[in-house]
């Protein structure tokens, strides 16, 4: 079973709505990250955050906002999504950030769909 | 070129092959190498990790890095219907975010009993 657990599994939205994806780790890791995955695609990064402060923002766009409330949780809020947001949005954490080793571990993802 | 190369299958092998599966990459600053399998519609999973070259074994699975040639593979022997997934390979640099893992395209595996 995944450490990293995500909530909802599936959400679907029209684009005026404001939903939130819910992500949490008890494992003590002290990174949190968002991916996006298209199908068939590779996850892509979109945010880092680092000992609950955000450290990589990979130009995202201001529909979608990050939050860290600590270190266990990691938020993202959607809010006027386009149809082209609809992916897999994938949590993951790992012990750190940056240096040597440190695995990255995925939760199952949040199955987005924007009408 | 892309930096990281990986050959998107399908590839479909009879129940008990080896499998071996492969990634190129460009960039001699990568130090740490992952494969991730993937079910349908479920999040990547670890597999297997290794820093810099050789070769790691856990179970049915063979991690080899071969940073000479640029060349990541990954060996699963007895294969299971249970290993039908798509397999991505990712590696990062030392010193960068360990979230920043450049990943393939991932191949998709189908085992068939």
């Known amino acids: 079973d995944t450490e990293v657990t995500q909530t909802p599994k599936h959400l679907v939205m029209g684009m005026t709505n404001k939903k939130s994806l819910k992500c949490e780790q008890h494992?003590?890791?002290?990174?949190m990250y968002w991916y996006k995955q298209k199908a068939k695609k590779p996850p892509e990064l979109m945010f880092v955050?680092?000992?609950?402060?955000?450290?990589i923002n990979e130009s995202v766009p201001s529909r979608f906002s990050p939050e860290c409330p600590n270190s266990s949780l990691l938020n993202l809020h959607l809010h006027a999504l386009q149809p082209e947001d609809s992916a897999l949005y994938l949590c993951a954490s790992s012990i750190g950030t940056s240096g040597g080793a440190g695995e990255l571990f995925f939760g199952e993802g949040s199955r987005l769909t924007v009408l | 070129q892309k930096e990281v190369e990986q050959d998107p299958g399908p590839l479909s092998v009879p129940e008990g092959a080896i499998v071996s599966l492969n990634c190129t990459y460009s960039n001699s600053a990568f130090q740490y190498f992952m494969w991730y399998r993937q079910y349908s519609r479920k999040g990547p999973e670890l597999l297997m990790y290794?820093?810099?070259?050789g070769n790691k074994e856990d179970g049915r699975f063979t991690a080899q890095v071969d940073k000479s040639s640029k060349y990541i593979s990954l060996f699963i022997r007895d294969s299971q219907p249970s290993d039908s997934a798509t397999y991505l390979c990712?590696?990062?640099?030392?010193?960068?975010?360990?979230?920043?893992?450049?990943f393939g395209k991932g191949t998709k595996l189908s085992v068939k009993p």
């Open positions: 290794t820093y810099s070259s």
């Open positions: 955050y680092s000992y609950e402060k955000l450290s």
């Open positions: 494992m003590g890791h002290r990174a």
């Open positions: 990712a590696m990062r640099k030392y010193g960068g975010s360990q979230g920043n893992l450049i």
